[in-house]
């Protein structure tokens, strides 16, 4: 009978301890927060869970880092397990951490029962970037490419080169943009391409730190459609305007500053040079309006003069 009795009290222990099956950790939302080198201060969010835990009492998780060191947010806080048989631990909190710029490290988390009676660890890596880029984008317009990016944060930023292909594989660098430096608020940046190719155009942004490290960003493309080069000059002496195209001109017009229309010819069709005499218009600001072959519209403002 006294055998049976502690049977019953060995089992009742055993079903006590907490049982960790599967355990992980995982990072999010790194953020610059102040200082450089090897004292670089950030914020980073991680999440710990587990599988399963058996347990009726509470279990301690914290937080630890390969390197440099966690200023606030490791330290041990109870979890209280109120679930029998089974529960699933889910942890979430935000370190913040002193190390240095550039780095890689390991952030570790732990799950450890009441009296050392059970625990499970996992580790998660993390690159601490020096420039947070939050969106890099370029469009079409105006015969040319403008692009522009933004950064959330920056470390000791030299700046950056900015990269073109037409293959998206090759790149060669076309400008440079000084950075911020040190910088923990958003800061925009925008560069044009004078002279893109038609078709598809890929750039890529080469950021540069004052100790001559550098990293790339994601590969973009922009899709480009030459349109037609018209030029416009105005003869002072000669009382005319002469239009120099390589593409065919279907329609020329010319308005006044009200709007009414002081010139039209319908039936150009042809390429190279044409002549406009002006000689029948008033003096004062005109627009003038071209429309090639291929529907494009080209417009220019001119004063007129009278001798």
Not at 199 to 217: A, E, M, P, V
Request: charged share 20%.
């Amino acid at each position: 009978m006294k055998l049976f009795k502690y049977y019953l009290i060995l089992l009742f222990s055993i079903s006590c301890l907490p049982i960790f099956a599967v355990c992980n950790v995982t990072t999010s939302n790194l953020k610059y927060v102040s200082g450089s080198g090897a004292n670089t201060v950030y914020t980073l969010n991680v999440h710990y869970e587990t599988d399963e835990v058996q347990n009726n009492s509470n279990v301690s998780v914290s937080f630890s880092i390969s390197s440099g060191s966690i200023t606030s947010g490791g330290g041990a806080i109870n979890c209280p397990c109120n679930s029998i048989p089974a529960f699933k631990l889910v942890h979430d909190r935000t370190l913040t951490i002193t190390v240095a710029q550039g780095a890689s490290i390991i952030v570790s988390g732990i799950a450890v029962g009441p009296g050392n009676s059970g625990s499970c660890s996992a580790s998660s890596s993390s690159v601490l970037l020096p420039v947070e880029l939050v969106e890099f984008k370029g469009i079409s317009r105006d015969n040319l490419v403008y692009l522009e990016w933004e950064t959330a944060s920056e470390i000791e930023n030299e700046g950056f080169e900015i990269e073109k292909s037409s293959n998206g594989s090759t790149f060669e660098k076309f400008g440079f943009l000084k950075g911020e430096g040190n910088s923990t608020v958003s800061k925009f940046y925008n560069f044009s391409d004078r002279q893109p190719a038609n078709g598809k155009n890929y750039y890529r942004l080469k950021q540069i730190d004052y100790n001559g490290k550098y990293s790339y960003s994601n590969i973009i493309s922009v899709k480009f459609n030459e349109r037609s080069k018209v030029q416009v000059r105005y003869d002072f002496e000669a009382q005319n305007i002469t239009l120099s195209s390589e593409k065919k001109l279907q329609r020329v017009e010319i308005f006044d500053i009200s709007g009414a229309k002081a010139y039209q010819n319908y039936q150009l069709n042809q390429n190279g040079e044409y002549i406009i005499d002006l000689h029948n218009l008033m003096t004062g600001i005109y627009f003038i309006r071209i429309i090639n072959e291929q529907g494009e519209i080209i417009t220019s403002r001119f004063t007129r003069f009278k001798m």
